[in-house]
């Protein structure tokens, strides 16, 4: 499989380049993936997906922040990982073409009876703390379900009701941009995209241990100085084309963890 550039959408999607990508006029370019062999034309030329992802929001409960961004990473892992999602399996024909393209993600957001239909289509629905994500299958760009495209896009904000726990040292942690401010949506997407450059960085091996112990991995803000070493260390960095929210520029390093989900590239102190 040949991954493709990481393409920023509407709001509430997002597109990073791998630690060593660039990014040029359609859109930011992945060099994180097994293969990058296409050149970006092809790639624009090549039919587009995107992977839907629909977080479920009750206006009277709504889940804590952290836990949806964890929760939406963990929900990409889970679908890169079914195993429908490869070889022969009923998914893995559009996997291959979203990731032949322009790899783009959407946030949308429903409750109560949307929910429910959005949870009766064929995907993967992974639970948190507080958050439920449903993840599908990828989809052609303009040929989303009806259950899913009235669905909103922009706008989803959440909170932390109290303040998340300091990341552990055995999973691996997606770092923000402290300098940035997104919405939950659009950040949902970054970590999500965090978590596909850092899978694709792993040997079958370690795929296989992250996987079975459920991929733990923890999301939080660096600090300035923190950052800064991040972004230079050679770890996967998610570089956002500046479409909606936000400039262009770093969003997102993943950092490999003790146990699980090691990672090539430097460790800036500590955590």
């Known amino acids: 499989m040949s991954p493709g550039p990481l393409a920023e959408g509407p709001a509430g999607s997002a597109g990073p380049t791998g630690s060593a990508g660039s990014t040029g006029p359609a859109g930011p370019t992945a060099s994180a993936g097994p293969t990058a062999s296409a050149r970006p034309a092809d790639r624009d030329a090549a039919p587009q997906y995107v992977l839907p992802l629909v977080l479920h929001l009750e206006k009277t409960d709504p889940p804590a922040r952290t836990d949806a961004l964890r929760t939406a990473a963990r929900a990409v892992l889970t679908i890169l990982a079914d195993e429908r999602s490869t ?25 109560g009876a949307e929910w429910r239909k959005a949870a009766a289509l064929p995907g993967i629905t992974v639970t948190g ?77 370690d795929r296989k241990a992250w996987r079975e112990a459920g991929f733990p991995l923890s999301v939080a803000t660096a600090a300035p100085d923190r950052w800064r070493a991040l972004v230079t260390s050679g770890l996967p960095v998610v570089r956002d084309a500046g479409f909606t929210e936000i400039a262009p520029g770093p969003t997102v390093v993943a950092e490999g963890g003790e146990r699980f989900c090691p990672l090539p590239g430097g460790r800036p102190g500590s955590r």
Do not use: C, F
């Not at 990731?99 to 949308?108: L, P, Q, T, Y």
């Not at 760009?141 to 009235?150: C, F, S, T, Y």
């Not at 940035?180 to 978590?195: F, N, R």
């Open 129 to 205: 703390g507080s958050a439920e994500v449903r993840v599908y299958p990828p989809i052609p760009l303009d040929g989303w379900p009806k259950e899913l495209a009235k669905l909103q896009v922009s706008g989803t904000d959440l909170d932390d009701p109290e303040p998340p726990a300091a990341p552990g040292p055995e999973g691996p942690v997606l770092w923000l941009n402290p300098e940035l401010e997104m919405s939950a949506g659009k950040t949902m997407a970054q970590v999500g995209h965090g978590a596909q450059l850092a899978w694709w960085e792993l040997s079958e091996t």
């Open 87 to 111: 070889g022969e399996g009923e998914w893995a024909r559009a996997m291959r073409d979203w990731e032949d393209a322009r790899i783009r993600k959407v946030v949308r957001r429903a409750r």
